[in-house]
């Protein structure tokens, strides 16, 4: 920044901004410490409560931990006959701590506790270049307190890891634009390459914004920016592409199934089920067209421009959302006239276009879509509101950012209210506590913050208070619930959508599962869906083939192979019951084989056959 430039929003003169290289405050370091410290304890607090959280991606660490293939692969099963419909990447990372310090419900569940300390303090690190480490730390307290965020951070799915690489592809971004760097760019890229090995095109959602960011603000020439936004590209394609090559130039024959596909291709599961069948919907992904949308609020319930407000999403996310769509419109009009490359606007532009083209896609989708994908929004909602919050109060000799802020603040205590009235019976005075601290603190921001520091630090207080106790409290009681099954929400209840024998290994039969151990061959049994599978897997610590995958329509096995590897020995017992196999699948096939073939036997309330027999 050039020296005495006119402040877009205090419109007084202003000297060079912090820079990151000069030495912080002495408070700083202790308040980051302690930030991150307060945010590993909120999500290590009682971990196992949960169990092993998701079964399924329980079930595919488990089977990795027994194979060094289904490591690789992200195979349900240790014997590999299938992959989970994910990429692995977020596998591989659960695998590796589960081999190193055994497999149980903690080292399932602890990966994404580190990861959601981690994306708390390189999103500190990120806001804090841009705009100082008072919103740095503003901005990592918020995420770490979001409902989403408690949920997700303490669970096992992959959105976890894909949080963690898309902040710290915003923080290579924000580097690589200070000095027009292409090798931080190249970083970004490479961040979100592992992004989409770890939950596919979802992860592409901020590359807009990271892009937009570079062209506008990096200082070099135009065709400069141009080609290093292309080697970013190029970095993002190896990063990604290596995986995708390595399986499609596996022989098909010694590796799993890629589960969720319809011809046994990872590049297609990531543009089929995974990719556009997600925002059209349809057959393959769900949504209006495969039955899982409207008033479903597991599924997001009806799409339009209000999703992220509604039942569904709203408790989950939305708590400071409209503050963060105000400061950012309001922090785009005040540094209009800024050079371009403010770092405020730059700011601006980065987590304003992450929130704006990911929470369109989320709105309209078609398709499949859960409440907990929302935690993806988490970090640009918590950027915006410190960072425009921080440059409103640092004008609040004016008229214009004292009002706006004030705005920000009422607006949080409106929607609060109405949120927290959603849950009448959970801490019913908050929601007036809220409100009053709200209305008193609109009121004196709009009539002029005293200039006393005593009065103007109450204020303050004030305004923090309303924008983030709210949705504090409801992440902390959310972390002090335990969850399990596939569609995990936030709040002070713990629903979920399990499947299978239930969706725990708790749930599964204790002596069909005692059974399965006493097994020696490849599969200890096989069953229709990959859900039944873990938790049988889980119960018994052994191989057990979830027929079909995820929906029973995946056609592995098929009959075929089946027989083959009954004929081999290598399958002990089939437990009927499950979801049944869908077109395509062979698991109706394979059932009706198994039912003219074998006699079936009563195991605690399960039909079992004996394959052996």
Do not use: C
């Not at 599962?513 to 039944?532: P, V, Y």
């Amino acid at each position: 920044m050039t020296a005495v430039l006119s402040d877009p929003l205090t419109r007084e003169p202003r000297h060079r901004k912090e820079d990151a290289a000069h030495a912080p405050p002495r408070w700083v370091r202790p308040a980051v410490f302690g930030l991150l410290a307060a945010t590993a304890v909120l999500y290590f607090w009682d971990l196992t409560a949960s169990g092993y959280g998701n079964s399924f991606y329980a079930a595919a660490v488990q089977s990795g931990t027994q194979s060094w293939k289904a490591w690789l692969f992200g195979s349900l099963d240790s014997g590999n006959v299938l992959t989970v419909d994910k990429p692995p990447a977020a596998l591989w990372v659960a695998t590796a701590f589960a081999r190193i310090f055994g497999f149980s419900s903690f080292t399932v569940l602890a990966p994404q506790a580190m990861m959601g300390v981690a994306s708390v303090g390189i999103l500190y690190l990120t806001v804090k270049r841009t705009s100082g480490p008072v919103a740095g730390l503003l901005a990592g307290a918020m995420l770490a307190v979001t409902p989403v965020g408690a949920l997700i951070f303490r669970f096992n799915n992959p959105d976890a890891l894909l949080v963690l690489l898309m902040v710290a592809g915003a923080y290579f971004v924000v580097r690589a634009t200070e000095k027009a760097s292409p090798k931080w760019l190249a970083l970004a890229g490479v961040a979100i390459g592992f992004g989409f090995l770890t939950k596919m095109m979802q992860a592409f959602l901020v590359l807009p914004a990271f892009g937009l960011v570079y062209l506008i603000a990096a200082p070099a020439s135009l065709p400069k920016r141009l080609l290093h936004l292309g080697g970013a590209v190029g970095a993002l394609v190896v990063s990604a592409g290596w995986y995708i090559a390595l399986v499609d130039l596996w022989p098909t024959a010694s590796r799993p199934y890629i589960g969720g596909s319809e011809g046994d291709s990872l590049l297609e599961l990531a543009l089929g089920y995974n990719g556009l069948s997600r925002i059209f919907g349809g057959a393959d992904g769900g949504g209006p067209g495969g039955g899982m949308g409207g008033g479903n609020t597991g599924f997001g319930g009806a799409s339009g421009l209000f999703r992220m407000f509604g039942l569904s999403f709203g408790t989950e996310i939305s708590w400071l959302l409209p503050a963060a769509l105000i400061g950012l419109a309001a922090g785009l009009w005040f540094t209009r006239r800024a050079p371009r490359t403010d770092r405020t606007r730059l700011a601006l532009v980065l987590w304003g276009g992450w929130l704006l083209v990911t929470a369109l896609v989320f709105s309209y989708m078609s398709g499949i879509v859960h409440p907990y994908y929302s935690v993806a929004l988490a970090p640009a909602i918590a950027a915006l509101v410190a960072i425009s919050g921080r440059a409103l109060w640092q004008g609040r000799a004016n008229l214009g950012p004292r009002a706006t802020l004030a705005g920000m603040v009422v607006a949080t205590a409106v929607w609060s209210f109405i949120l927290l009235d959603r849950t009448p019976d959970w801490f019913p005075a908050l929601r007036w506590i809220v409100a009053v601290l709200g209305v008193l603190a609109g009121t004196v921001l709009v009539m002029g913050v005293p200039t006393a520091r005593k009065a103007a630090a109450v204020v303050a207080t004030a305004v923090v208070l309303t924008l983030g106790v709210s949705t504090a409290a409801y992440g902390v009681e959310t972390a002090s619930v335990a969850h399990s099954g596939s569609i995990p929400t936030s709040g002070p209840t713990s629903s979920a959508m399990g499947g299978g024998f239930g969706g725990d290994p708790e749930s599964s039969s204790n002596a069909v599962a005692e059974l399965l151990a006493k097994t020696t061959t490849k599969w200890a049994a096989a069953t229709t869906g990959s859900q039944n599978a873990a938790s049988l897997e889980l119960a018994s610590g052994k191989a057990v083939i979830g027929i079909g995958g995820w929906s029973g329509s995946d056609p592995a096995p098929t009959l075929d192979e089946f027989k083959a590897y009954v004929a081999a020995g290598e399958i002990e017992y089939y437990i009927d019951g499950g979801r049944g196999g869908g077109p395509g699948g062979g698991s109706s096939e394979i059932t009706a084989w198994v039912t003219a073939n074998f006699t079936a036997t009563t195991v605690d309330g399960q039909t079992v056959y004996d394959l052996r027999k």
